[in-house]
């Protein structure tokens, strides 16, 4: 991600192409080239819109909250035929993924 | 799946099923008799479970969502899973990957979103009783554009265990019904504490068990209509924003309450300016994170060969439509170095100040009306093109999921022909006053 550089031309939600990429780099979606230039068009847009919330002021918010635990007790889960029942592909009971590098 | 295969009814022209399969509830019990439709993000035991999308096109569910265990042991019966934006992302029911649900209002027209087949099951007869997911006023929204009455409870209220998550920290599970009576009767049947889900409120005491708000309440015997002595409070920005047929029909509901007894007073909520901006900043940053669980491994589409990374993102490609990776990559980019303190903590500043605002507001009036929806159901295809203007639809319901707090839509009238929607928001776990107040609407 490039940083914005504060003395730019106040265009808040100017991304391009290449930007979006980087974004779907980071959040691992695939896009076609179409869809990269629609999306830096609607991007521009929305984040444009985003930057109403400059406006907002910092408020303090101090929910009253208290942690509430229960007994650390073993209980029935799903069992491994279930689990695997949706996977694309699974081997000897395991899920079975992509190489991880 | 598609409508194209089912048979020819009303419902089918209408695309509101994506499955049709009956599952019969208890003997005996409050809903006995019922029929009830489930939208499609909330799990059902062996019955295909899709979000609107085709990354879960051949999902089914190993086990039922808390909600579903709870209507079908209080009688009802579940008559099918309904159409639904893709996880949940649209106000239209437009973006689901089985094609648009159509209004039974005017099939011409959208039936709102994204529980808009679970509203359009309810207005065209096809289920007694419907369960939607409201993250921003999913399911407000619907009620209001079909004519039905939608409930959004409490944050904490209704179990989330079992609905697939989009906006953890917005989202509660809510009834549709075509009476106020009806709908609280299902709120009922699925309102308490579960232990399989932390989200739900359980106030732990001192001496004795832990209670959960919904412990001492009858939702159902609260829609009496009894609301002589109540105080309403109308917030003017939520007003001025609406279309001129939808606010006229509006001001003649609030007159006819008047006339019950309620006496009304002008509040002022000057943090809804920014809601929707903090709406959708909060809930794509979380959609980011949720949805990165689609990986293709355990569930979903395979992304085929490669290394994870490549096939990761070969899956998300072919499963995820447009608004779905719209809302993905906007939420990590908000979320990305550089960005965070810009959006994501101002968002979240923006989201503070319109819970003091609601507090505020609810210390001068027992609950709180708008108008449902600013405008009118559009016809289809007017909203696809331009992102921007589906967001500014939700003005009036996502600031209640940003301050966690209960509101109901019951139908106030027509405009043009086509059903307005009146909202009422309560303080929190006040239940009880927006149904009270929705039940004299109907009157």
Redesign the interface.
């Known amino acids: 991600?490039t940083?914005?550089d504060e003395g730019d031309d106040g265009d808040a939600g100017a991304?391009d192409p290449d930007e979006?990429r980087h974004?779907?780099?980071?959040?691992?979606?695939?896009?076609a080239d179409e869809?990269a230039a629609t999306?830096a068009e609607?991007?521009a847009?929305?984040?444009d819109?985003?930057a109403?919330?400059?406006?907002?002021?910092?408020?303090?918010?101090d929910p009253d909250l208290?942690n509430?635990m229960?007994a650390d007790e073993v209980r029935d889960g799903?069992t491994q035929e279930?689990?695997l029942?949706?996977?694309?592909?699974s081997e000897a009971g395991f899920?079975?993924?992509?190489?991880?590098? | 799946m598609s409508a194209d295969d089912a048979p020819a009814d009303d419902a089918a022209d209408l695309n509101v099923f994506l499955a049709r399969e009956t599952v019969a509830g208890a003997d005996d019990g409050p809903l006995a008799g019922k029929t009830i439709a489930v939208k499609d993000n909330i799990s059902t035991e062996g019955i295909r479970t899709t979000c609107g999308s085709a990354m879960l096109e051949e999902y089914v569910p190993p086990y039922d969502a808390t909600v579903v265990e709870r209507v079908r042991e209080a009688g009802a019966t579940l008559v099918g899973k309904t159409n639904m934006d893709e996880f949940g992302m649209g106000g239209t029911t437009e973006t689901s990957a089985y094609g648009p649900t159509k209004n039974p209002v005017d099939p011409e027209r959208v039936p709102g979103g994204s529980s808009g087949g679970s509203a359009a099951a309810v207005a065209a007869g096809e289920a007694d009783l419907a369960l939607g997911s409201d993250t921003g006023g999913s399911v407000r929204n619907p009620a209001a554009f079909c004519g039905v009455v939608g409930i959004k409870p409490t944050y904490g209220l209704v179990s989330r265990y079992g609905l697939v998550a989009y906006a953890n920290s917005l989202e509660q599970i809510g009834p549709l019904a075509n009476t106020v009576e009806d709908a609280a009767a299902l709120l009922d049947a699925i309102a308490g504490p579960d232990e399989h889900d932390a989200t739900t409120r359980y106030d732990a005491a001192e001496d004795g068990p832990a209670v959960h708000p919904a412990d001492d309440t009858e939702y159902a015997a609260a829609a009496d209509g009894d609301v002589d002595g109540m105080t309403v409070g109308v917030p003017t920005e939520l007003v001025e924003g609406a279309d001129d047929a939808v606010v006229e029909v509006f001001e003649d509901a609030l007159a006819d309450l008047e006339a019950q007894g309620v006496e009304t007073v002008e509040v002022s909520l000057p943090s809804v300016e920014h809601a929707v901006q903090a709406y959708y900043v909060i809930a794509m940053s979380e959609a980011s994170s949720n949805l990165a669980r689609f990986d293709g491994v355990r569930y979903g589409v395979d992304g085929g060969e490669g290394n994870w990374n490549e096939s990761f993102a070969r899956s998300r490609e072919e499963g995820f439509g447009d608004e779905v990776k719209r809302r993905v990559l906007l939420g990590t980019y908000a979320l990305s170095a550089g960005y965070h303190d810009k959006y994501y903590k101002k968002a979240q500043d923006a989201r503070a100040w319109v819970k003091r605002d609601f507090d505020e507001a609810l210390s001068e009036a027992d609950v709180l009306a708008t108008p449902t929806m600013p405008v009118l159901p559009p016809k289809r295809g007017e909203s696809l093109d331009d992102p921007l203007s589906l967001y500014l639809m939700d003005a009036n319901t996502v600031p209640v999921n940003l301050a966690n707090l209960p509101a109901i839509s019951v139908p106030a009238g027509e405009a043009e022909g086509l059903p307005v929607g009146m909202q009422f928001v309560g303080p929190a776990f006040g239940e009880e006053a927006v149904i009270r107040a929705g039940s004299a609407v109907e009157q």
């Open positions: 991600m940083t914005t991304v979006v974004v779907a780099d980071l959040a691992r979606v695939d896009l869809e999306f609607q991007f847009d929305v984040l819109y985003f109403a919330l400059d406006e907002v002021p910092e408020v303090d918010d208290v509430v229960r799903l279930e689990a029942s949706n996977a694309p592909a899920f079975k993924g992509p190489k991880v590098s």
